[in-house]
């Protein structure tokens, strides 16, 4: 914003002197000095100036140049959505007393704002139609005493301009009412969007304002809610005063006043309870087929399943874990029975494979002493061949099966009776001194 | 409405400017950029803060405050000043006969019964306290403009902390309104009186003397090109309204006990009450009238009690408190680093402004070319009641248009903070009377935030020819300047004469200090740039704009005014 006023001083400039030279008449010589940081407190039309200056990095110029083209701008505007619609032929032959009939908004070029006109409009457009319309024009064209156009003006003026009369008309508008879509609609269309714009214009009718609006298909549970919660507890102001009878004004018959004036009464209450009605069912007919309302419903209804359904999982897991497990336990003990089995059997097995050899390292050691000629020399007597076999036989009994095994080891392969000798005699010998045989014992192989 | 939080959208907003007082409250909206303040349902522009429940039935404004004297208990009074803040740091006293607050963890609260009978009386804290009385003025704005009410500006004392502010937005917010912004409440005040229409944007310095009814604020604010800097603050809790009631409470209760000769009525809780509400409608109708009745029915022990007093007797009883507002206003100026010359304006706004004797002493106090903006001294004044309201509704209509970020933008400390030059800048030019004396004209004064941009026509030489433009920094200081010796021994015998005169109503030392004469004079500074402008016509004037870049650099251009052509220049940024 400028400074409107420049500051007046009384005292004059002084005089060029002699021999002043500057570039260009110019000459800066010094600088200003420090300043002081404050805050300017952020009020009043020039601070807010000063803001869009600074936000926008303009310079005062600048700023005068935007300014006074935004200002141009809003001129312009406000011109341009001056009402131009093209007037209807049938509009212009209307009969002015028959003004119940005619359409106020359509009269004043207004049919595309209607309820939403504001009242600077309806001023505006107004003006527009009487310098259009004016009887004295008409006369001055040549048309004498057509004033039938004018007085539908003047009318529609007068209703439109009086807000009681406004709402009685906007009530009865029929032509502001968009229609609730067609199945066919429906299925081609925007549910919403259809649905969206019928509520939208019957919103025009609710004495609380804001009114919810019906949303899209991504609306919340709560906003869904709202809707139909303020949809069916709808408080409207519309009245059918407008559609009335003319109830007669002569004085001479009362009853007739009276009867007519009942009857507009019923018929003002009846046409209410069909709107009702029909509000009513229009309600019902868009919840019917809102899918939001399905899909919250199963969104609920899906908790609630889910919930149970957990249960009965959980229930049925923890049914096949116990039978898991007792299988795993039932295996378990088979597989150790058969092990215990296997193991009883190589047991024996191995059992018997001992004894055999054992046997066979006895016929080792009783077939070295029969290889040594029973020690005899010469054919061994029988005498000999007994005490040698006994003792075998006590050795023997004496020593366990894997010393058998080794002696039958040293012993195998040898056939020189001196040989047979020394080892039998150092198994002896060893036994005595393990003190397993006693001295004297096993003498034949000592 | 708008739920709690929420931001309604720059189209939908309806709104208002909320004062939101110790004592009492206003609203106020424009109709057509004229702002008007809104009366409730009871008829009151100034609605007593004031919240009082009966059997379940909450009272607010002026109903709640008749209360006082019958439920004292059950009403809450004087709680804005607790909004935002620990129970350490609160002044009870003015809570004395009303609901007392107590320390709730801290948080100040009230224990009020505000249900049906028979039920536990209910703790509430400050902030619950004023959403609530919030939510009554809002609805009464709402029944007056038929629509409901979304958005305020509210104004704030210039002290108010961060806390208190948050503190008071919550508040709001809880009871469904969007603040817009809190302004400081000088700058309402000025703001009221800068947007009436036949107001011009000037340069000047403004002092905000906002007198309430429990204290007093007073503000030195720099007003250039319609931006507005507070240079100095004070707040003061000892000369306010409410002891200008004590006056009248005092002086009624010794003339009671004179008469009727019985206990102290002030002793009594009930009592005291009828005559605090008695001695402030008594102090309004003084503002009004010359004389003024005083009555209450039944003050104590059932004894009547109507008087009169006049306006003389009431301002010599309450001269202390006036003479402390006038000190307390010459201390801000002092705090500011002014003088008296150099206040401009003096805007008296609060409901003690109305008191004609303090506009009178504030008259006496600032030189005759400072206007004292007062109903007692300004047939223009605005009711200094309904300023703040008045100038916080405007800017309410101002920023209603903007999307709550565009609002916290523009007033973020990165816009609002900026540098205010030291010294005027002006150009040199040569006193009238005398061609070779030169003098300081100003053209941006002192204290003004840049970037800034000044224009002044200033004459040409008496002949015409070249001229010369100087820009220079100027400096201010007072010049005082006592009165010749010669002149005083010739008046020395009438003098006496004066003194005794005099003495009946002023110390003699003040009459020495009006004899000194005290003027303010310009100081040539250091020379910032000069210019020619040549061939300038006779009695032609020239043309100087002075630009001062947010850098601190200077655009100085001047041209003949009617002439072709004409200098520009650039002077760097120091």
Redesign the interface.
């Given at each position: 914003m400028i400074m409107a006023t420049a500051t007046l001083a009384t005292q004059p400039l002084p005089v060029l002197p002699e021999g002043w030279a500057g570039e260009k008449d110019f000459n800066p010589i010094g600088s200003l000095s420090a300043a002081t940081q404050r805050t300017i407190e952020p009020v009043g039309p020039h601070f807010l100036a000063h803001a869009r200056r600074a936000r926008h990095k303009r310079t005062f110029s600048e700023d005068d140049r935007i300014q006074a083209q935004e200002a141009a701008k809003k001129v312009e505007s406000t011109n341009d959505d001056e009402i131009s619609e093209p007037e209807d032929p049938m509009d212009l032959q209307r009969d002015a007393k028959d003004w119940k009939s005619q359409d106020h908004y359509q009269v004043l070029g207004l049919s595309k704002y209607r309820y939403k006109a504001t009242e600077e409009q309806i001023k505006r457009a107004h003006r527009k139609k009487v310098l259009k319309h004016h009887p004295d024009k008409k006369a001055a064209a040549g048309v004498t005493d057509d004033d039938n156009f004018f007085k539908c003006i003047q009318k529609a003026h007068e209703v439109l301009m009086d807000p009681v009369k406004r709402r009685q008309f906007d009530s009865v508008d029929e032509k502001a009412d968009v229609d609730p879509p067609s199945k066919k609609q429906l299925a081609k269309g925007n549910y919403y969007k259809l649905w969206g714009s019928v509520f939208k214009s019957e919103g025009r009718f609710s004495k609380t304002t804001p009114v919810p609006e019906f949303g899209d298909e991504n609306a919340t549970k709560e906003q869904v809610d709202e809707f139909y919660n303020f949809w069916y507890n709808f408080d409207s102001w519309r009245t059918f005063e407008y559609l009335d009878e003319d109830v007669p004004d002569d004085n001479e018959n009362r009853d007739q006043k009276r009867h007519v004036e009942r009857k507009n009464t019923n018929a003002r209450k009846k046409k209410k309870a069909e709107d009702n009605a029909r509000l009513r069912k229009l309600l019902d007919d868009a919840s019917a087929g809102d899918e939001r309302i399905k899909k919250f419903r199963q969104e609920a209804n899906a908790a609630k399943n889910k919930r149970r359904l957990e249960k009965e999982a959980a229930e049925k897991r923890a049914l096949e874990e116990a039978k898991a497990k007792k299988e795993a336990e039932e295996r378990a003990a088979q597989e150790a029975e058969a092990a215990a089995k296997a193991e009883r059997e190589a047991q024996k097995k191995a059992k018997e494979s001992a004894k055999n050899a054992v046997k066979k390292n006895k016929r080792v050691l009783k077939g070295s002493v029969k290889e040594a000629n029973y020690f005899a020399s010469g054919a061994a007597s029988a005498a000999d061949v007994d005490a040698v076999l006994g003792d075998v036989e006590l050795v023997q009994g004496k020593i366990d099966p894997e010393e058998i095994a080794a002696l039958a080891g040293k012993l195998n392969g040898l056939t020189v009776a001196d040989e047979i000798k020394s080892v039998w005699s150092a198994e002896v010998k060893r036994l005595v001194e393990a003190g397993k045989l006693k001295e004297g014992d096993a003498k034949s192989l000592a | 409405m708008a739920e709690t939080g929420s931001r309604p959208a720059p189209g939908?907003r309806t709104v208002i400017g909320l004062v939101f007082g110790n004592s009492n409250s206003s609203i106020a909206y424009t109709l057509d950029e004229k702002a008007e303040v809104i009366a409730n349902e009871d008829g009151d522009r100034q609605i007593p803060t004031v919240l009082s429940y009966v059997d379940g039935d909450e009272y607010y404004g002026q109903q709640a405050k008749a209360f006082l004297v019958r439920n004292p208990k059950n009403t809450i009074a004087y709680f804005k000043e607790f909004v935002g803040q620990d129970f350490k740091s609160i002044d009870p006293t003015h809570n004395h006969a009303s609901a007392h607050p107590h320390d709730v963890d801290g948080v100040v609260s009230f224990t009020v019964n505000d249900k049906e009978e028979a039920v536990e009386p209910s703790t509430l804290s400050v902030s619950e306290v004023t959403t609530r009385y919030l939510r009554r003025l809002i609805t009464a704005a709402s029944e007056y403009l038929g629509k409901t009410v979304t958005s305020a500006v509210i104004t704030v004392p210039t002290d108010f902390t961060d806390k208190q502010k948050a503190a008071l937005i919550k508040a709001a917010n809880d009871a469904d309104l969007e603040v817009l912004?809190l302004?400081?409440e000088p700058?309402?005040a000025i703001?009221a009186y800068?947007?009436r229409p036949e107001a011009?944007?000037e340069d000047k310095i403004v002092v905000v003397a906002d007198l309430g009814d429990t204290r007093s604020d007073v503000a030195v604010?720099a007003s250039r090109?319609?931006?507005?800097?507070?240079?100095a603050t004070s707040h003061d809790y000892e000369f306010a309204g409410c002891h200008l009631d004590q006056v009248l409470i005092d002086h009624f209760a010794k003339e009671f006990i004179k008469k009727h000769n019985t206990t102290d009525p002030r002793e009594n809780a009930r009592s005291l009450a009828k005559l605090k509400l008695e001695a402030e409608s008594t102090k309004k109708a003084l503002s009004l009238g010359t004389n003024a009745s005083f009555s209450i029915e039944s003050l104590i022990e059932g004894i009547d009690f109507t008087s009169t007093i006049n306006r003389l007797r009431y301002e010599m009883s309450a001269r202390k408190v006036f003479e402390g507002i006038n000190r307390l206003i010459e201390a801000v100026v002092k705090k500011a680093d002014l003088d008296v010359l150099d206040i401009d304006e003096v805007i008296l706004s609060g409901g003690t402004s109305h008191t004609p004797r303090i506009a009178n002493n504030l008259a006496a106090l600032f030189p005759e070319s400072t206007t004292i903006v007062a109903p007692a001294t300004c047939a223009t004044a605005i009711n200094p009641s309904e300023l703040l309201a008045r100038?916080a509704a405007l800017?309410a209509s101002?920023?209603q248009e903007y999307d709550a970020e565009d609002i916290d933008?523009?007033?973020h400390?990165a816009?609002?903070?900026?540098?205010?030059?030291?010294?005027a800048?002006g150009?040199?030019?040569?006193?009238?009377d005398d061609a070779s004396s030169?003098?300081f004209?100003p053209?941006v004064p002192a204290?003004t935030?840049?970037?800034a941009?000044?224009?002044?026509?200033?004459?040409?030489?008496?002949n015409g020819?070249?001229?010369?433009?100087?820009v220079v920094?100027g400096g201010a200081h007072i010049k005082v300047t006592k009165p010749e010796p010669k002149q005083k021994a010739e008046t020395n015998g009438a003098k006496d004469e004066d003194d005794s005169d005099d003495s009946d109503d002023d110390s003699s030392d003040e009459d020495d200090e009006e004899e000194e004469k005290r003027e303010k004079v310009w100081r040539i500074?250091?020379?910032?740039?000069?210019?020619?402008?040549?061939d300038v016509k006779k009695g032609s004037q020239?043309?100087v704009t002075l630009?001062?870049n947010a850098d601190?650099?200077?655009i100085?251009t001047a041209r003949e005014i009617g002439g072709k052509g004409g200098?520009?220049?650039?002077?760097?940024?120091?």
């Amino acid at each position: 914003m400028i400074m409107a006023t420049a500051t007046l001083a009384t005292q004059p400039l002084p005089v060029l002197p002699e021999g002043w030279a500057g570039e260009k008449d110019f000459n800066p010589i010094g600088s200003l000095s420090a300043a002081t940081q404050r805050t300017i407190e952020p009020v009043g039309p020039h601070f807010l100036a000063h803001a869009r200056r600074a936000r926008h990095k303009r310079t005062f110029s600048e700023d005068d140049r935007i300014q006074a083209q935004e200002a141009a701008k809003k001129v312009e505007s406000t011109n341009d959505d001056e009402i131009s619609e093209p007037e209807d032929p049938m509009d212009l032959q209307r009969d002015a007393k028959d003004w119940k009939s005619q359409d106020h908004y359509q009269v004043l070029g207004l049919s595309k704002y209607r309820y939403k006109a504001t009242e600077e409009q309806i001023k505006r457009a107004h003006r527009k139609k009487v310098l259009k319309h004016h009887p004295d024009k008409k006369a001055a064209a040549g048309v004498t005493d057509d004033d039938n156009f004018f007085k539908c003006i003047q009318k529609a003026h007068e209703v439109l301009m009086d807000p009681v009369k406004r709402r009685q008309f906007d009530s009865v508008d029929e032509k502001a009412d968009v229609d609730p879509p067609s199945k066919k609609q429906l299925a081609k269309g925007n549910y919403y969007k259809l649905w969206g714009s019928v509520f939208k214009s019957e919103g025009r009718f609710s004495k609380t304002t804001p009114v919810p609006e019906f949303g899209d298909e991504n609306a919340t549970k709560e906003q869904v809610d709202e809707f139909y919660n303020f949809w069916y507890n709808f408080d409207s102001w519309r009245t059918f005063e407008y559609l009335d009878e003319d109830v007669p004004d002569d004085n001479e018959n009362r009853d007739q006043k009276r009867h007519v004036e009942r009857k507009n009464t019923n018929a003002r209450k009846k046409k209410k309870a069909e709107d009702n009605a029909r509000l009513r069912k229009l309600l019902d007919d868009a919840s019917a087929g809102d899918e939001r309302i399905k899909k919250f419903r199963q969104e609920a209804n899906a908790a609630k399943n889910k919930r149970r359904l957990e249960k009965e999982a959980a229930e049925k897991r923890a049914l096949e874990e116990a039978k898991a497990k007792k299988e795993a336990e039932e295996r378990a003990a088979q597989e150790a029975e058969a092990a215990a089995k296997a193991e009883r059997e190589a047991q024996k097995k191995a059992k018997e494979s001992a004894k055999n050899a054992v046997k066979k390292n006895k016929r080792v050691l009783k077939g070295s002493v029969k290889e040594a000629n029973y020690f005899a020399s010469g054919a061994a007597s029988a005498a000999d061949v007994d005490a040698v076999l006994g003792d075998v036989e006590l050795v023997q009994g004496k020593i366990d099966p894997e010393e058998i095994a080794a002696l039958a080891g040293k012993l195998n392969g040898l056939t020189v009776a001196d040989e047979i000798k020394s080892v039998w005699s150092a198994e002896v010998k060893r036994l005595v001194e393990a003190g397993k045989l006693k001295e004297g014992d096993a003498k034949s192989l000592a | 409405m708008a739920e709690t939080g929420s931001r309604p959208a720059p189209g939908d907003r309806t709104v208002i400017g909320l004062v939101f007082g110790n004592s009492n409250s206003s609203i106020a909206y424009t109709l057509d950029e004229k702002a008007e303040v809104i009366a409730n349902e009871d008829g009151d522009r100034q609605i007593p803060t004031v919240l009082s429940y009966v059997d379940g039935d909450e009272y607010y404004g002026q109903q709640a405050k008749a209360f006082l004297v019958r439920n004292p208990k059950n009403t809450i009074a004087y709680f804005k000043e607790f909004v935002g803040q620990d129970f350490k740091s609160i002044d009870p006293t003015h809570n004395h006969a009303s609901a007392h607050p107590h320390d709730v963890d801290g948080v100040v609260s009230f224990t009020v019964n505000d249900k049906e009978e028979a039920v536990e009386p209910s703790t509430l804290s400050v902030s619950e306290v004023t959403t609530r009385y919030l939510r009554r003025l809002i609805t009464a704005a709402s029944e007056y403009l038929g629509k409901t009410v979304t958005s305020a500006v509210i104004t704030v004392p210039t002290d108010f902390t961060d806390k208190q502010k948050a503190a008071l937005i919550k508040a709001a917010n809880d009871a469904d309104l969007e603040v817009l912004q809190l302004i400081a409440e000088p700058v309402a005040a000025i703001l009221a009186y800068d947007a009436r229409p036949e107001a011009t944007v000037e340069d000047k310095i403004v002092v905000v003397a906002d007198l309430g009814d429990t204290r007093s604020d007073v503000a030195v604010v720099a007003s250039r090109g319609g931006m507005y800097t507070i240079l100095a603050t004070s707040h003061d809790y000892e000369f306010a309204g409410c002891h200008l009631d004590q006056v009248l409470i005092d002086h009624f209760a010794k003339e009671f006990i004179k008469k009727h000769n019985t206990t102290d009525p002030r002793e009594n809780a009930r009592s005291l009450a009828k005559l605090k509400l008695e001695a402030e409608s008594t102090k309004k109708a003084l503002s009004l009238g010359t004389n003024a009745s005083f009555s209450i029915e039944s003050l104590i022990e059932g004894i009547d009690f109507t008087s009169t007093i006049n306006r003389l007797r009431y301002e010599m009883s309450a001269r202390k408190v006036f003479e402390g507002i006038n000190r307390l206003i010459e201390a801000v100026v002092k705090k500011a680093d002014l003088d008296v010359l150099d206040i401009d304006e003096v805007i008296l706004s609060g409901g003690t402004s109305h008191t004609p004797r303090i506009a009178n002493n504030l008259a006496a106090l600032f030189p005759e070319s400072t206007t004292i903006v007062a109903p007692a001294t300004c047939a223009t004044a605005i009711n200094p009641s309904e300023l703040l309201a008045r100038g916080a509704a405007l800017q309410a209509s101002l920023i209603q248009e903007y999307d709550a970020e565009d609002i916290d933008q523009s007033t973020h400390p990165a816009v609002s903070t900026v540098k205010h030059i030291a010294n005027a800048l002006g150009v040199v030019t040569l006193a009238a009377d005398d061609a070779s004396s030169e003098s300081f004209t100003p053209i941006v004064p002192a204290e003004t935030a840049v970037p800034a941009r000044r224009v002044a026509r200033i004459a040409g030489p008496k002949n015409g020819g070249d001229v010369l433009i100087r820009v220079v920094e100027g400096g201010a200081h007072i010049k005082v300047t006592k009165p010749e010796p010669k002149q005083k021994a010739e008046t020395n015998g009438a003098k006496d004469e004066d003194d005794s005169d005099d003495s009946d109503d002023d110390s003699s030392d003040e009459d020495d200090e009006e004899e000194e004469k005290r003027e303010k004079v310009w100081r040539i500074g250091n020379t910032v740039a000069e210019a020619a402008v040549r061939d300038v016509k006779k009695g032609s004037q020239v043309e100087v704009t002075l630009t001062v870049n947010a850098d601190l650099s200077v655009i100085v251009t001047a041209r003949e005014i009617g002439g072709k052509g004409g200098v520009r220049g650039v002077v760097k940024a120091p």
